[in-house]
């Protein structure tokens, strides 16, 4: 058994990140296995080194422990690339211009009103070819996966599953079915390279996951409805599906969902002002 915590060092971490790593840390315990950590620093304009030093001092000082080197994803874009040339010579990306305003514009007619993916709003195919396109993959370009032809390509594999332990926020639990309709009509063709930042996330922990053998995904079940991304791609990408747990979200006292902008409740202010992990535990119900 071998799971991972990947926070961005984008911001602090709070007490939604204590609950997900002290979560997978005591499940690795628990079994036996591994709890490893990993840097999600793709996105470099947004990442700084003293976030990500701020990330150990806080794991640490919560009695966390994993191998280092940990694993940073900027140290590894050249695997997200391999895995961009593979998918393109399936040809199963396309590359596509459209501005968030173009998305929006495109599905403004009144019959199609525009709804939202697990990775905003699902694309209308403006920029979609008809055919595979042929030669090289364009790296300066934000590629589309073609999810028609995508879920066209594992037909075989159909129905695509994964186990869940944990549960989505709508509750969703055990062998989980992703099907064609859903896939197409409720995700759409999702961005897997960025014009300016190259690999996108779902592209990128799904080579983590499958580079580091990770046999369980602990992690916020507001990234549930992404993992049907994920198994997609890994099936697409021959590597195994990990077992998935998605845990409930820890709200502040108005029922909001934490983010990175509640520095109020980053760990290192409860730290500060005296508190200790045990406090930390207690107050998310650990
Ligand atoms: N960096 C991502 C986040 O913090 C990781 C998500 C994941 O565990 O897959 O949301």
Known sequence: MKTRFAPSPTGPLHLGHAYSA??????????????????????QSR????????????????????PTPCRRESNH??????????????????????TRRDIREALSAPQD????????????????????????RP??????????AAMHHVREALPLTFTE??????????EILLSRNAMINNVGDVVLSRRDAGAAYHLAVVVDD?????????RGADLFDATRIHVLLQTLLEVAT??????VLIRDEHGKRLAKRDDARAIAVYRAEGMTPRDIRQKIGL
């Open 22 to 43: 002290l979560l997978a840390f005591g499940m690795a315990q628990a079994a036996g296995g591994n709890f490893l950590l990993r840097i999600d620093d793709l996105d």
């Open 47 to 66: 990442a700084r080194p003293e976030w990500e030093q701020q990330i150990y001092d806080d794991l640490h000082w919560l009695g966390l422990h994993w």
């Open 77 to 98: 874009m050249a695997d997200y690339d391999a895995a961009l040339d593979q998918l393109w010579d399936m040809g199963l990306l396309y590359p596509c211009g459209c």
């Open 113 to 136: 009103a525009p709804r939202e993916g697990p990775d905003g709003l699902i694309y209308p195919g403006t920029c979609r070819p008809d055919r595979p396109l042929a030669g090289p």
């Open 139 to 148: 790296k300066d370009q934000t590629l589309r996966l073609n999810m028609d």
């Open 165 to 174: 332990g944990g549960a989505g926020l709508s509750g969703e639990t055990g």
């Open 210 to 218: 499958a580079a580091q053998g990770i046999t369980h995904v602990v």
């Open 242 to 247: 990990p077992r998935y747990h998605h845990h």
